[in-house]
């Protein structure tokens, strides 16, 4: 009786396991077990090493997210003219005799900005980077700035056909910034430190009929610091923006026959490609 079990039980064994070699694909294996067949599906087989219950499993962001977008700024540059609260002041190398007032019509800020944003949220996140800024100061009046004191004089002798005080910096933001749901709408509100990165004077005029073009380059008076404070707004990659300057845009009081006074710089345009 025993003989006849264990013939039985290994002739069962080997005909299980014979047909157990049948597969219907990768991930399933079908045993034929005479009118019965039994399908196992095996969920943990790999393709390529990433397993079934690995592709179902949503990914997660270990890091903060860290987006670099370009953008290009077009506006006015400006200077507002505030008394210098001074008790005491040196004799002055040159007084002014010019009002300083711009034609704004064709005084010009241009900015290039590589926007650094590290989302902290969703909805908020953190501004910096790096960026150039181009002022271009237009007078209405017909004067000089001196290249080494940043004298403003008027020139009663030269009749400019063009004259352009020009200031270039390199720029760094750090700003907050808030972000609608669908991420088109973009607004930053913060801080720039800049950095003078030089100055100069294009000039054109005739004399005696005679065409003269030039470029003269100087210190010009501009402190190499500045910082401002300003705002980004942004839809679908157009915008505005506004700055203005916490510190002066001159490095040394400008003097004038009315008293002392300092330049605070302000810029305002549109931007393209976003903040």
Do not use: C
């Not at 241009?110 to 909805?123: A, E, V």
């Not at 020139?155 to 056909?161: M, N, Q």
């Not at 720029?171 to 972000?179: A, G, R, T, Y």
């Amino acid at each position: 009786m025993k003989t006849i079990f264990t013939l039985s039980f290994a002739l069962l064994s080997f005909t299980f396991f014979a047909q157990s070699d049948s597969t219907k694909n990768d991930n399933e294996t079908e045993i034929d077990l005479g009118d019965v067949s039994i399908i196992i599906k095996d969920n943990t087989k790999t393709i390529d090493g990433i397993t079934d219950s690995d592709e179902k499993k949503p990914k997660e962001d270990k890091y903060l997210n860290v987006d670099f977008e370009t953008s290009f700024g077009w506006g006015v540059a400006g200077f507002s003219q505030e008394n210098a609260n001074v008790i005491f002041v040196t004799a002055p190398e040159v007084t002014s005799d010019a009002s300083l007032d711009l034609d704004y019509s064709q005084s010009r800020n241009y900015m290039i900005n590589g926007n650094l944003m590290f989302d902290i949220h969703k909805n908020f996140g953190i501004l910096t980077g790096f960026g150039f800024e181009f002022n271009r100061f237009v007078f209405k009046e017909n004067l000089q700035v001196d290249p080494n004191n940043g004298g403003f004089m008027k020139d009663s002798v030269i009749s400019f056909g063009s004259y352009k005080f020009k200031t270039n910096y390199l720029n760094v933001p750090l700003m907050m910034v808030f972000k609608s749901n669908n991420q088109k709408f973009k607004f930053a509100v913060g801080g720039t430190f800049s950095y003078n990165i030089g100055n100069k004077v294009k000039q054109e005029y005739s004399i005696e009929n005679v065409e003269y073009k030039s470029e003269i380059k100087g210190n010009y008076n501009i402190a190499p610091i500045k910082l401002s404070v300003g705002a980004r707004l942004a839809y679908k990659g157009i915008g505005i923006y506004a700055n203005y300057g916490l510190t002066e845009m001159n490095d040394n009081f400008i003097s004038q026959s009315s008293g002392v006074s300092n330049l605070m710089p302000f810029s305002a345009g549109i931007t393209f490609g976003g903040l």
